[in-house]
């Protein structure tokens, strides 16, 4: 196993319904020295933030039924200034308005697909030395 020294080990979520992005995403975070769980739905996603509160979301914008930026919202407004680094992903919705919608629902990025594996592992890097934010825990949290 590769020793990752001082840095802080990242609890991140990904969130998309192509099943073999979230595996992948997962597995390459997982070799990064992170904690990568999957969601395929929205339910999904806002139930393991309720359950294990993230460092990071990684969340697809175009997803059947609830869409990410509702997601987005959620996870703000369930943890106010707490709220993880919430990264956009989209291959569909990648113009100026949709950065804006973006930005209003909380994501603080944006990338497109197919993103570099590199990138993401870039945008989470100076999460690793900065001590965690995130409560212990939502789960009793019901509204939403």
């Given at each position: 196993m590769i020793d990752f020294g001082d840095l802080r080990r990242l609890?991140?979520?990904?969130?998309?319904?192509?099943?073999?992005?979230?595996?992948?995403?997962?597995?390459?975070?997982?070799?990064?020295?992170?904690?990568?769980?999957?969601?395929?739905?929205?339910?999904?996603?806002?139930?393991?933030?309720?359950k294990h509160p993230p460092d990071a979301v990684l969340v697809d914008i175009s997803m059947p039924g609830v869409s990410g930026y509702e997601v987005a919202r959620e996870i703000s407004r369930l943890y106010g200034e707490l709220a993880p680094l919430l990264v956009a992903i989209s291959g569909r919705w990648t113009g100026q308005t949709d950065r804006m919608l973006a930005r209003l629902a909380g994501?603080?990025?944006?990338?497109?697909?197919?993103?570099?594996?590199?990138?993401?592992?870039?945008?989470?890097?100076?999460?690793?030395?900065?001590?965690?934010?995130?409560?212990?825990?939502?789960?009793?949290?019901?509204?939403?």
């Open positions: 609890r991140i979520v990904v969130v998309d319904d192509e099943r073999d992005t979230v595996a992948t995403l997962c597995e390459i975070l997982a070799e990064e020295g992170h904690d990568a769980v999957g969601a395929c739905s929205a339910v999904e996603a806002l139930r393991e933030v309720r994501f603080r990025e944006f990338l497109e697909k197919p993103c570099d594996p590199k990138t993401i592992v870039d945008l989470l890097a100076p999460l690793r030395h900065q001590p965690a934010k995130r409560p212990v825990s939502l789960a009793d949290d019901t509204a939403a």
